[in-house]
């Protein structure tokens, strides 16, 4: 029996959805519209139905992708202004990496990554959604911490604090997204976990009592 005919709206889908993986890999300028009509199993021509031009299939893989970026920062919600906010976020953000190919964001986080290789105008925009997105709310909880008597050492630039936790999550996401772990981590994946958030807090000035202590309160 022949496979059911898409819908019009469904087709479309299947297209970005194909869409998505290309770009990831090549980028913008490197994807051809051939290698997406493979990827989707359609033909080119069926491709140009229902997208202009490759510029108008990149805007509305773009538009899928910040949507998941909103669902990714909803789901591993804002830091609340406190020591134990800053660290909840922290472990939040480690948790969400270890899901590596299951994780909602990946297929983005893939565009990411392709785009740093490439031009950087995708990563550009990504990371300038991500700043705003949580600059303020960690920008207070940093300040609370330091006021808490939590946080020792020179102070570090929240602007780079968000970067480079960022950095820590989507190396440990992508190492993730294979059959095999492409980075050779030591030990199995809960002390990867531990020692991801400790190397995070550590990295921020967070004390040391303070960092056992929510350590222990999360593997209780």
Do not use: W
Request: net charge positive; glycine share 8%.
């Amino acid at each position: 029996m022949p496979a059911p005919r898409l819908s019009g709206a469904d087709r479309r889908n299947s297209i970005i959805a194909a869409a998505k993986a290309v770009f990831a890999r090549y980028g913008l300028e490197g994807a051809r519209t051939q290698q997406i009509a493979q990827a989707a199993g359609v033909s080119e021509a069926l491709i140009f139905r229902h997208f202009a031009t490759k510029t108008h299939i990149y805007r509305a893989v773009l538009r899928e992708v910040i949507a998941d970026q909103n669902a990714t920062f909803s789901a591993i919600g804002e830091a609340e202004a406190s020591t134990e906010g800053l660290l909840k976020i922290i472990g939040s953000l480690v948790d969400h990496a270890m899901n590596g190919a299951t994780a909602s964001n990946v297929e983005g986080m893939r565009m990411v990554v392709g785009s740093l290789a490439g031009d950087g105008g995708y990563a550009r925009l990504i990371y300038r959604r991500a700043l705003r997105l949580s600059l303020p709310a960690l920008e207070r909880a940093l300040a609370a911490a330091r006021a808490e008597g939590a946080i020792a050492g020179a102070a570090i630039s929240p602007v780079n604090a968000v970067a480079f936790l960022e950095h820590v999550g989507t190396m440990m996401l992508m190492a993730r997204c294979h059959n095999r772990i492409a980075i050779p981590y030591d030990a199995d994946d809960s002390i990867v976990r531990r020692d991801a958030i400790l190397f995070c807090a550590r990295g921020l000035g967070v004390t040391e009592n303070r960092i056992q202590m929510f350590m222990q309160r999360i593997n209780a």
